[in-house]
């Protein structure tokens, strides 16, 4: 994870653009994270899909790499390591989703339950 933070502080450094606003960084994640998503529109999209159509495929890479990279970005902005923030969102996720009460049950009650509760002590 190290190298790929080097490669994106050194391209935005090599552009003068390592003074962005979090702000600015935030907004473009998230309009970056709608063209990943519009890919999808209308489409019931499968994994198998884009195996089949490999100019699909690309195009949903080159969106989630914009993604990642402005992510990066946002990590190396409020100097944060990456892996720690990972581990650490992980392990919080762990304890509010245990693997023995929610696995393979995405989108069942019992997830939306924990999920509502969460939501509601915010």
Not at 12 to 28: C, F, L, M, Y
Not at 38 to 58: G, R, T, Y
């Amino acid at each position: 994870m190290n190298n790929v933070t080097k490669i994106v502080q050194k391209f935005v450094k090599e552009r003068d653009w390592d003074n962005q606003p979090p702000g600015d960084i935030a907004k473009s994640i998230i309009i970056e994270a709608a063209e990943l998503l519009e890919k999808f529109q209308w489409s019931d999209f499968f994994a198998e899909n884009a195996a089949m159509d490999p100019e699909v495929k690309k195009e949903i890479i080159d969106e989630l790499a914009d993604v990642f990279v402005y992510a990066i970005e946002m990590a190396i902005i409020l100097d944060c390591d990456i892996e720690t923030i990972v581990k650490n969102k992980l392990a919080k996720a762990a304890k509010k989703y245990p693997a023995n009460v929610v696995k393979g049950k995405l989108g069942s009650k019992k997830y939306w339950e924990i999920k509502k509760k969460h939501r509601a002590g915010k």
